[in-house]
């Protein structure tokens, strides 16, 4: 690997080992062999860098979570099935990746400091919301329109962000996969649906 692939490792295990907000410059050059100077030269700053290996970061999880789900549903599952499903991985999945949602929660509060946070965080906002709305629907995110990205992906976005709040804080008292299907029944069958969820 280069330095600025050893730098991104770095980064990674950083993250993982102390957080977004309390990893410093040194602490990376430490974990990644490499200099201070190359921090610049490769990523233009510390910030950029943590942003970009929590980026990977999330989306090695993605793929992880992609793959285990593809041998774990059945294609005749029915959207619920599949609902519950999804949500048993990653509710599992948020305990195992406990320092990487910490790191991801410590990251938004650089948004109005800097504005390449903001920017970088918008982007991975827009593809995220684009992965969720495929991971639940079942198809190639390819296959998705704008509104299916916006609409269905930013409904699961905000509900994992909600669960995973509830995971960090009260994990004896959060939502199972069951409480959210249950949930989604509940509210489906006040506002007059007859089955829920459609995706």
Known sequence: MGHREDLLEGAKRCLREKGYARTTARDIVAASGTNLASIGYHYGSKEALLNAALMRTVEEWGEEL????ASEIDLDAT????FVAVWTRMIASLDEQRPVWAASFESFTQVDRLPEVRAFLVEGLRQARSAMAAL????DQSTLDEQQSRT??????????????QWMIDPDSAPSASDLAEALR??????????????
């Open 186 to 199: 509940t509210i489906s069958g006040r506002m007059g649906g007859a089955e829920a969820p459609t995706a």
């Open 79 to 82: 959207p619920l099935e599949r």
């Open 152 to 165: 269905v992906g930013s409904f699961y976005y905000a509900l994992l962000n909600g669960v995973m709040v």
């Open 66 to 69: 992609r793959t285990a789900l």
């Open 136 to 139: 639940f629907l079942g198809v």
